[in-house]
């Protein structure tokens, strides 16, 4: 997946993760919605099964959902925690769909 590799690469220059919250829910957003278009894109090539693609859309909803409450929440603390199930969440949907792909040649 695109994303899996630019965040490879981004590794592999020491470019590290943001550490500061505002910046982590940045990063995870982008996550999320490079996931959603990778995902849109197996689908057209045919590498994913429409029932795949529909479980991470809708998944992804719900994910950007808890983003943005993750920005408006008032606690630190609460956010935080938040934010560390979105970022779960987010590594787990990128295995769903890397483990669902269809190896094409």
Known sequence: MPLLLLL??????????????????AYTTAGAD??????????AAHSISSADAQFVSTTGRQLS???????????????????????????QLQAYIASHQKVTS
């Not at 490079?34 to 689908?43: D, F, G, K, P, Q």
């Not at 959902?65 to 630190?76: F, G, N, T």
């Open 34 to 43: 490079a996931l959603v278009v990778s995902t849109t894109n197996a689908l």
């Open 65 to 91: 959902a808890l983003l943005a409450a993750i920005e408006s929440d008032p606690d630190p603390k609460s956010a935080e925690g938040r934010l560390k199930l979105a970022e779960s969440i987010l590594k």
């Open 8 to 25: 490879s690469a981004c590794a592999s220059l020491g470019l590290e993760a943001p550490r500061d919250l505002p910046d982590r829910i």
